[in-house]
């Protein structure tokens, strides 16, 4: 089985590399750490699988999915992240990827999806399985963005850069730019102004 790596960081990329190559039936034909290298590496290797974390510094795992399924549409994906949010992994499983773990998983469960999503089926990590079923015995408070999204909206309006806005919730900037790209994504605005006027609009700050 083909497999491309992408991930932004180079060490996690050189030890996941190394791992599955351990496998006899897997190959790693490349491993890169960037949206535009991924998509031309996928173009030319034709990858049965691609591995891909969620954050990729300016772009996400998600638009790698949903570009690479345009040109490629059999090509199979594995979400590896350290996300666990329930609306994050809705809203990448919508775009029909093929697996979801996470990063603080172990080796072996990672080579279980590898081989679940090779037989043609989905495989989810058990953490990701438990959060799911979970969300859904919570109600629907019907909002648009979660608390957590609601509460760096309200940071974002006030101009804190994302150094302020982890350093006051307690979380890393990584986590704050995915929360930022989903606050975008939701309100579909592409700009700080057009953000705020859509937040006052419709009272989520």
């Known amino acids: 089985m083909k497999i491309v790596l992408v991930d932004d960081h180079s060490i996690l990329l050189d030890g996941l590399k190394k791992l599955i190559q351990e496998d006899d039936m897997l190959t790693v034909v490349d491993a890169v750490d960037n949206l535009p290298d991924a998509i031309r590496s996928i173009d030319k290797h034709k990858p049965e699988l691609v591995i891909t974390d969620y954050n990729l510094g300016e772009d996400d795992g998600l638009s790698l999915v949903q570009k690479v399924k345009r040109i490629l549409p059999e090509t199979r994906f594995i979400v590896l992240s350290m996300h666990d949010e329930s609306h994050l992994v809705k809203e990448i499983l919508k775009e029909g990827i093929n697996g979801y773990v996470l990063k603080k998983d172990t080796k072996a469960e990672l080579l279980e999806a590898i081989y679940s999503v090779?037989?043609?089926?989905?495989?989810?990590?058990?953490?990701?399985?438990?959060?799911?079923?979970?969300?859904?015995?919570?109600?629907?408070?019907?909002?648009?963005?979660?608390?957590?999204?609601?509460?760096?909206?309200?940071?974002?309006?006030?101009?804190?850069?994302?150094?302020?806005?982890?350093?006051?919730?307690?979380?890393?900037?990584?986590?704050?730019?995915?929360?930022?790209?989903?606050?975008?994504?939701?309100?579909?605005?592409?700009?700080?102004?057009?953000l705020i006027k859509f937040a006052y609009a419709n009272n989520l700050i």
Do not use: C, W
């Open 118 to 194: 090779r037989a043609g089926k989905m495989y989810l990590s058990s953490d990701i399985n438990a959060m799911l079923v979970k969300s859904l015995y919570e109600p629907d408070e019907g909002k648009l963005l979660t608390s957590r999204e609601r509460e760096i909206l309200q940071l974002i309006a006030k101009e804190y850069s994302n150094k302020n806005i982890a350093e006051e919730l307690f979380i890393s900037e990584r986590t704050v730019e995915t929360h930022r790209k989903n606050i975008f994504r939701k309100t579909k605005t592409n700009s700080i102004v057009g």
